[in-house]
């Protein structure tokens, strides 16, 4: 599904015939909730020099959230922006902070990647094409209250498949409720 065919639903759906604030709602429905849950996986390895913090772009242009760091395949602590006295990697930012790892370290990054954004240049979304009804879900949901329920429905059955297929470990498991 393309961003025309999503614009041209949400139109449909809603009886609205702005096209920006359509856009607008598929813009917002992409930022704040199809983003955060994709958890789309990619990783890279960096060689650790004199410096102690890097600009995050000199890493890699499309990190959304750190997963994971790995020093010789041991994984080092993901510290908090207040823990400046602890051992490991530490996000501020558009900076990230080696701790204590040392000059000549190779680390291996996992993390969750920036989609793209939808537009005339990129108009297929990158998540599976399963989902992407979402993206006008959403943005119904968003001009017209009365989808919400429907949309968020669908929307914590894509986090849940997006948690089950990302798992750090490998193997996919069921959440057992608490009885």
């Known amino acids: 599904m393309e961003l025309t065919e999503i614009r041209d639903l949400v139109i449909r759906k809603t009886g609205k015939n702005d096209i920006d604030d359509v856009d607008d709602a598929i813009s917002l429905v992409h930022k704040t909730y199809i983003q955060p849950a994709a958890r789309i996986i990619k990783s890279f390895t960096y060689t650790t020099g004199q410096a102690e913090e890097i600009d995050l772009t000199d890493l890699a242009q499309d990190i ?29 930012g558009d900076k990230i902070y080696f701790q204590g790892v040392g000059s000549g370290k190779k680390l291996t990054f996992r ?20 989902w992407h009804d979402l993206y006008w879900l959403g943005a119904v949901a968003i001009l017209d209250l009365n989808w919400y329920a429907l949309f968020q429905e669908r929307l914590a059955k894509f986090k849940y498949e997006m948690f089950r297929k990302n798992r750090p470990r490998g193997g996919r498991v069921r959440v057992k409720p608490w009885c």
């Open 64 to 92: 959304y959230k750190i997963v994971q760091v790995d020093c010789n395949g041991v994984p080092l602590s993901l510290l908090n922006l207040n823990e400046t006295d602890k051992f490991g990697v530490r996000r501020d």
């Open 111 to 130: 993390y969750q990647a920036k989609l793209k954004e939808l537009n005339k240049d990129n108009p297929v979304p990158e998540i599976d094409e399963d």
